[in-house]
Nanobody, 125 residues
Framework: QVLLMESGGGSVQTGGSLRLSCVASGNTAGRVAMGWFRQAPRNGREAVASIYSSGGTTYYADSVKGRFTISQGNPGNTLYLQMNSLKPEDTAMYYC??????????????????WGQGTQVTVSS
């Protein structure tokens, strides 16, 4: 069993920055990737960024490229999302996700089998 706990959400104005953190506990052996997803009201859950354990390859949604950076702590049980130049359309609940011995495209929710409870990010204009 793996538990994921997010923190770092909050309210900022347009152009501001936030850093989200996610701590993974439990048996993370066999971890394939960890990622961030977000869900705004009335929208589906969308992929934001992902980082693969093998090689550290990262992927980003087009909407956040150049503004968000995903990274892992050392030894790797902490996941971060640095969010800069925030926009009102970034407002959403942000979820941390882990893929443990599950393989699939980074942008699909089905590729992850553990999820955190979410942390709210609100960007005002």
């Amino acid at each position: 069993q793996v538990l994921l706990m997010e923190s770092g959400g909050g309210s900022v104005q347009t152009g501001g920055s936030l850093r989200l953190s996610c701590v993974a506990s439990g048996n993370t052996a066999g971890r394939v990737a960890m990622g961030w997803f977000r869900q705004a009201p009335r929208n589906g859950r969308e992929a934001v960024a992902s980082i693969y354990s093998s090689g550290g390859t990262t992927y980003y949604a087009d909407s956040v490229k150049g503004r968000f950076t995903i990274s892992q702590g050392n030894p790797g049980n902490t996941l971060y999302l640095q969010m800069n130049s925030l926009k009102p359309e970034d407002t959403a609940m942000y979820y941390c996700a882990a893929s443990i011995e599950v393989y699939g495209p980074w942008y699909l929710t089905d590729s992850y089998n553990y999820w955190g409870q979410g942390t709210q990010v609100t960007v005002s204009s």
